[in-house]
């Protein structure tokens, strides 16, 4: 598996990282505890070193299963985790209530490390981001945080997620921010338009997520299909049978090229993203060892310059239907 740096940090890992919130969380029940571990382990040993959870994945457990997955390769890969809620919103004293409450309190970050480094089984963090940014917490603060839990030894670099282009400026002139995690895919492109011009500007790594569209661009999911009832893609607008039907073009699209160049769409997507800059490592979720396979070797599909310009002139006739979250959701991004 090729290497990447992302950005001007020496933070290097494989080109493709492997998201894991789906093996706890979000995408239907829990899954085989076992058959995890098996996964991940199997992922070490195909070249990746680069792996994604959350404490909110859970909450706890996916930090737990990663952590214990990967005690044996300590040393060996770099494990990005992330703050931001406060998961107990009772305990919270702006008294907000009601699901998890956005809490980037710099002595709730440090208390989070703590409870994080000993689930991830780790010494130090390698990679910490905020989750989401919190409007009562002045971003400044909260690098500020993370800068004093670097000096302490506890995290090695500093992310944010889903922040806002001017939010990436004021943490990083405090402490530097090694990665950026968004939203970012053929489907979905809005970091383009400011969040990558002021990550290539200062030197920042941008690590999509739902690099596949949620599983939509692998192909593999249309509108007939229906989910687990405990499967947030049923909350999604883009997910609804109309906009899935309606956005079925960029499948085809993907399919096309797939045909060409003898992968699969899902293949085709990330090698996509990774075309795009160098310092970009998408991170795909899989439960299922066949995709962990298949979205690895999207690493050595080359597309040249040709292939980008026809790929970039059919997604130009193709408007994305439906919003990516519910309006509660989506208000948490881009800030």
Known sequence: MQKRKLGKSNLEVSAIGLGCMGMSFSY???KDKQEMIALLRAAVERGVTFFDTAEVYGPYINEELVGEALEPFRGQVVIATKFGFNLDPKNDPRGMKGGPALDSR??????????SLKRLKVDAIDLFYQHRVDLDVPIEDVAGAVKELIQAGKVKHFGLSEAAAKTIRRA???Q?????????????????????PTLEELGIGLVPYSPLGK??????????????????RNTLPRFTPEAMKANQAFVDLLSRMAAQKKATPAQIALAWLLAQKPWIVPIPGTTK??????NIGAAA?????????????????ITAQGARYPEQLDQLTGR
Do not use: C, M
């Not at 921010?177 to 338009?193: D, G, H, I, M």
């Not at 599909?301 to 006739?317: C, F, M, N, P």
């Open 301 to 317: 599909i080359g597309l040249t310059a040709e292939d980008l310009r026809e790929i970039e002139s059919a997604a130009a006739k």
């Open 176 to 196: 530097p921010v090694t990665a950026v995690q968004n939203e970012y895919s053929l489907w979905w492109r809005k970091p383009e338009e400011e969040v990558l």
């Open 215 to 232: 599983g939509f661009l692998t192909g593999k999911v249309d509108e007939k299909t229906t989910f687990d009832k405990t499967d947030f």
């Open 172 to 174: 990083h002139a405090v």
């Open 289 to 294: 060892l066949s995709r962990l396979e298949e």
């Open 106 to 115: 710099p002595e709730h970050i440090k208390q989070v490390a703590d409870a």
């Open 28 to 30: 239907g029940p829990p």
